[in-house]
């Protein structure tokens, strides 16, 4: 089996928590992160501890499966070996030889980049290290003395594997094909690019799971719809803040349903994933069973089916990984 979770919006739709209860129902034998760079923020509350992760996929929390970033990642070196000691995962994970070492350079770069004020850039050296890769002048991580123990051709191993699990990062609406383009991040982050970046064919995927947040935040600059202050948002308990940059996010409390409906398309959704539908419908928190959630919340969710056509086979209903609704065995 083998399945891809993408971000249907702006990023920082609760993918690291649909992505570790999949990791531990499922047990993958490689959960693999697929994305950008650091410049990805997931927060993953596992057995009462929260993890900050940018580098490694939330699917750590299996401690059967193989944990590996794919070459199309720009991996930075030191957040990288941070979070292998921080998650404890050091003899089960490892790098694609071929993924974009993100060097000091890059990290300048994005900080005095004219575009960190613009589009307000993470300043994680992402853009730059793509840029490099594009210009045919990057290094590759495989030639990093302090990474050696960690290489390993992830691609040829997502081949021989029975169960591969395939984790994103941002969201849709920040690809740089079909996102609001400039304000947008370095890469395609859809479902096909993420199969490239790990060096999955598109006709080996069986699902893709996309994910998407009962509202709309964004955090950066450029068009979006429907939002509110600061103010009306803490009223409506919808106000977040990056992980990355802790910056305030922006929020629109409406789905943008038109978005969504080519999200769905472009990235081939067989699956959504609704996260934080305890925030948005009080009564829900910590539910598990269809059964069991408030008529308000189960009607947002038959809208979510009949507007994307898609059906609802996970639903978020608190921060632990064990707050879920999972229907996959009665819906697929
Ligand atoms: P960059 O990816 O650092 O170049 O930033 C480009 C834009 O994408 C900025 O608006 C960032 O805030 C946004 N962005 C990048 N990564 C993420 C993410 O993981 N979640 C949310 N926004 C992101
Ligand atoms: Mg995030």
């Known amino acids: 089996m083998r399945t891809i979770l993408v971000g249907g919006q702006y990023g920082d739709e609760g993918k690291g928590k649909i992505s570790s209860h999949i990791a531990l129902t499922d047990t993958p034998e490689i959960v693999a992160r697929g994305g950008v760079g650091p410049n990805a923020g997931h927060k993953v509350l596992y057995n009462g501890n929260w993890y900050s992760l940018r580098m490694l996929p939330s699917g750590f929390v299996n401690a059967s499966s193989k944990v590996m970033i794919g070459a199309g990642v720009s991996v930075d070196p030191e957040v990288f070996l941070k979070e292998v000691e921080m998650t404890g995962t050091e ?3 490892f790098v694609d030889r071929r993924c974009t070492e993100i060097t000091a350079k ?11 004020g ?7 050296g992402c853009g730059p290290a793509v840029t490099s890769r594009a210009r045919r002048d990057a290094t590759f991580i495989g030639d990093s003395p302090k990474m050696q123990k960690y290489i390993i051709d992830v691609a040829r191993e997502v081949h021989k594997a029975k169960s591969v699990f395939v984790e994103g990062s941002q969201g849709f609406m920040l690809s740089v094909l079909y996102g609001t383009y400039p304000f947008v991040t370095s ?6 690019s993420l199969a490239a970046d790990v060096g999955l064919g598109p006709t080996s995927i069986d699902h893709v799971i996309m994910t998407i947040k009962s509202y709309t935040t964004r955090v950066g600059n450029g068009p979006f719809p429907g939002e509110i202050g600061v103010e009306e948002a803490v009223k409506l308990n919808f106000q977040e803040y990056g992980t990355v940059t802790g910056r305030p996010r ?3 409390p409406e789905l943008h349903w038109e978005d969504l409906k080519f999200a769905a398309e472009v990235n081939g959704a067989t699956q959504i994933a609704v996260t934080k539908m305890d925030i948005r419908f009080p009564g829900n928190e910590g539910k598990k069973k269809y059964s069991d959630l408030t008529t308000e919340a189960r009607r947002f969710l038959d809208q979510v089916e009949a507007r994307l056509e898609v059906p609802v086979t996970l639903i978020g209903t608190g921060p632990d990984s064990a707050h879920i609704v999972d229907r996959r065995d009665e819906l697929l």
Do not use: F, N, P, Q
């Not at 990290?107 to 004219?114: F, G, M, Q, R, V």
């Not at 613009?118 to 994680?124: A, C, F, L, P």
């Open 187 to 192: 890469k395609d982050v859809s479902a096909s």
């Open 250 to 252: 922006r929020t629109s």
């Open 91 to 93: 003899g089960r994970v």
């Open 118 to 124: 613009k589009i307000g850039t993470t300043k994680t």
């Open 106 to 116: 890059h990290k300048e770069d994005d900080a005095k980049s004219s575009l960190s």
